[in-house]
């Protein structure tokens, strides 16, 4: 699928046909989602433009994420989404900066460019360019990610009381769970922070930004920074939270076995005793006992009855 963008009278315009004659000046923003070959086609016939493939995506050097070549300068950014299982990735896509027009390649829709749609749809923009998009991109993305870690914070705070008074057995089971899964959550906005902040640095670094978008760019980094902290903040509290559900969980694993090893030491005087009667000798001078039966049953209870009271008052019960 393929998004085309323009700026027409300080709009942002989505187009639905190409005017060839207008290309070098009206179109700034080709945004390719899971494009097919022949759409790619499409795309170096009409803007004389190279779209990468898929497989460079994946490589996580910064040489190969960021960099500059004869089809335009390059940024591979990752972007934070929920897919339809609802289960939190890092996807990157690829921008393509050259001559004041913006090819952006992803495999899915994401949160950040469909809000950044909406937002500018009706926006004046003055003196917007292909820089002034992605940095605008990268913004709603920070916001994002800070909603995600808010949102984290507030999930914390149900599963800190879950686990520290216990409320319900079941939901106290699955928070080392889900709190496994909120940490590969932190780690991942972690990522994708470091990521970006990287990319700005790159862009600052290659002189290609005006004040204001060095200016917009370094707000962008200390809105970075600054939630650092919290993220780093939130993985110690789930590592805490998993140590203390673990520590529950071992006091709870160490009563059970006490419980146990305290019965099995209350009847093995009886164990003793029956084993003791149990043995196939030809003369056990007890069996011959008028009474025997009824003071081997009643030695049994006694003896259970004197391990019980001692040990409740040793307090192990």
Same mark, same amino acid.
């Given at each position: 699928?393929?998004?085309?963008?323009?700026?027409?009278?300080?709009?942002?315009?989505?187009?639905?046909? !190409?005017?060839?004659? =207008?290309? %070098? *000046?009206?179109?700034?923003?080709?945004?390719?989602?899971?494009?097919?070959? $022949? &759409?790619? #086609?499409?795309?170096?016939?009409?803007?004389?433009?190279?779209?990468?493939?898929?497989?460079?995506l994946f490589?996580?050097?910064?040489?190969?994420?960021?960099?500059?070549?004869?089809?335009?300068?390059?940024?591979?950014?990752?972007?934070?989404?929920?897919?339809?299982?609802?289960?939190?990735?890092?996807?990157?896509?690829?921008?393509?900066?050259?001559?004041?027009?913006?090819?952006?390649?992803?495999?899915?829709?994401?949160?950040?460019?469909?809000?950044?749609?909406?937002?500018?749809?009706?926006?004046?923009?003055?003196?917007?360019?292909?820089?002034?998009?992605?940095?605008?991109?990268?913004?709603?993305?920070?916001?994002?990610?800070?909603?995600?870690?808010?949102?984290?914070?507030?999930?914390?705070?149900?599963?800190?009381? !879950?686990?520290?008074? =216990?409320? %319900? *057995?079941?939901?106290?089971?699955?928070?080392?769970?889900?709190?496994?899964? $909120? &940490?590969? #959550?932190?780690?991942?906005?972690?990522?994708?922070?470091?990521?970006?902040?990287?990319?700005?640095?790159?862009?600052?670094?290659?002189?290609?930004?005006?004040?204001?978008?060095?200016?917009?760019?370094?707000?962008?980094?200390?809105?970075?920074?600054?939630?650092?902290?919290?993220?780093?903040?939130?993985?110690?509290?789930?590592?805490?939270?998993?140590?203390?559900?673990?520590?529950?969980?071992?006091?709870?694993?160490?009563r059970i076995?006490?419980?146990?090893?305290?019965?099995?030491i209350i009847?093995?005087?009886?164990?003793?005793?029956?084993?003791?009667?149990?043995?196939?000798?030809?003369?056990?001078?007890?069996?011959?006992?008028?009474?025997?039966?009824?003071?081997?049953?009643?030695?049994?209870?006694?003896?259970?009855? !004197?391990?019980?009271?001692?040990? %409740?008052?040793?307090?192990?019960?």
């Amino acid at each position: 699928m393929i998004d085309i963008f323009k700026i027409k009278k300080n709009k942002f315009i989505k187009i639905n046909k !190409i005017n060839k004659k =207008k290309i %070098k *000046k009206e179109y700034i923003w080709i945004d390719l989602i899971n494009p097919t070959n $022949k &759409e790619k #086609i499409y795309i170096k016939n009409t803007f004389k433009q190279r779209i990468i493939n898929r497989s460079k995506l994946f490589n996580i050097e910064a040489s190969a994420r960021y960099f500059k070549d004869k089809d335009g300068l390059h940024i591979h950014s990752y972007f934070f989404y929920k897919d339809i299982h609802d289960h939190l990735n890092n996807t990157t896509v690829a921008f393509i900066i050259k001559k004041n027009k913006i090819f952006s390649l992803r495999d899915i829709e994401l949160p950040v460019f469909r809000y950044f749609k909406i937002k500018n749809k009706n926006k004046k923009l003055v003196n917007y360019n292909s820089y002034n998009l992605l940095l605008n991109l990268f913004e709603i993305k920070i916001e994002q990610l800070a909603n995600e870690i808010e949102q984290l914070y507030k999930n914390l705070e149900y599963l800190t009381y !879950i686990i520290l008074r =216990k409320q %319900k *057995k079941q939901e106290f089971n699955t928070s080392i769970t889900i709190l496994s899964k $909120k &940490e590969d #959550i932190i780690s991942k906005i972690r990522i994708c922070l470091i990521d970006t902040k990287r990319a700005l640095f790159f862009l600052i670094r290659n002189n290609i930004l005006n004040y204001n978008q060095k200016e917009k760019s370094r707000e962008i980094i200390r809105d970075i920074e600054s939630l650092f902290p919290h993220n780093e903040s939130m993985s110690q509290k789930i590592n805490l939270l998993i140590e203390t559900a673990m520590e529950f969980l071992n006091i709870e694993q160490n009563r059970i076995i006490k419980i146990l090893t305290i019965i099995s030491i209350i009847f093995l005087p009886s164990s003793i005793i029956t084993s003791s009667y149990g043995m196939n000798f030809t003369n056990i001078p007890e069996l011959k006992w008028k009474y025997g039966y009824p003071i081997t049953i009643l030695g049994i209870f006694i003896l259970n009855i !004197i391990f019980y009271f001692y040990f %409740k008052i040793k307090k192990w019960l």
